[in-house]
């Protein structure tokens, strides 16, 4: 089965901190993937890519950038870590158009 | 904004079926209906998707009604361990999953 891995499954930050979230899949997958999950709230689309260097917006981008330089990474930075970004950070990733979507199991990440 | 609407909680007995109901009206005629759940604390985890025929597989069947509007996932034997939020998604462009609330199921002993 697919992996997508997720570097921690738990992190704390200091606000101000630049943090780096990164995500690896094993699948050759060209669709990649960042959502945010907080209570209430839902799932949100933070940022995605399609192919190597490339990135598109999702519904909520604001505070965050995306890297994407090797087909199987999708690195999501804070550039800035405010507490507002304390959330569950999920990464996903997908082969082609309407496929599956393979999702990694979170990193919580709490700013303080 | 997410495109379907499902109701917020069900409870299911276990080794029953579960019937979990989706309202999709808006649903353009290439827009496939997939269905998601996620465990708590883990990520979401596909289910089963479909166009408009009736699909089955291992995990559960979907049953689309025939002017697309509406849609039910069935789990057929529900046990303990499908306690989850389950998620209907009309997939938009891209393959983007735009999630709602989904629905709690509770699958009781």
């Known amino acids: 089965d697919v992996k997508v891995t997720q570097s921690s499954r738990y992190l704390v930050k200091r606000t101000g901190e630049k943090v780096f979230l990164e995500c690896v899949q094993d699948?050759?997958?060209?669709?990649m993937f960042w959502y945010r999950q907080d209570p209430g709230l839902g799932l949100r689309l933070i940022y995605f890519?399609?192919?190597?260097?490339?990135?598109e917006k999702g519904d909520i981008p604001e505070g965050y950038s995306v890297s994407r330089e090797k087909k199987e990474r999708f690195s999501l930075i804070l550039e800035s870590a405010s507490t507002n970004q304390t959330s569950m950070y999920l990464c996903?990733?997908?082969?082609?158009?309407?496929?599956?979507?393979?999702f990694g199991s979170g990193t919580q990440l709490s700013v303080l | 904004d997410a495109k379907t609407t499902q109701p917020p909680s069900m409870d299911c007995a276990e080794g029953r079926a579960a019937n979990l109901p989706c309202n999709h009206s808006?649903?353009?005629?290439?827009?496939?209906v997939y269905w998601y759940r996620q465990i708590h604390s883990q990520g979401p985890q596909y289910i089963i998707h479909?166009?408009?025929n009736n699909e089955t597989n291992e995990m559960a069947s979907l049953i689309i009604t025939e002017d697309r509007k509406s849609s039910t996932l069935i789990l057929p034997h529900a046990t303990l361990r499908d306690t989850a939020v389950y998620y209907c998604?009309?997939?938009?462009?891209?393959?983007?999953?735009?999630f709602g609330a989904g629905t709690i199921l509770r699958v009781k002993s």
């Open positions: 996903a990733s997908s082969l082609g158009q309407r496929a599956r979507v393979f």
């Open positions: 699948m050759d997958h060209e669709n």
């Open positions: 890519s399609y192919d190597v260097k490339m990135k």
């Open positions: 808006t649903i353009s005629g290439n827009e496939y």
């Open positions: 479909g166009l408009k």
């Open positions: 998604i009309v997939m938009e462009y891209g393959n983007k999953l735009v």
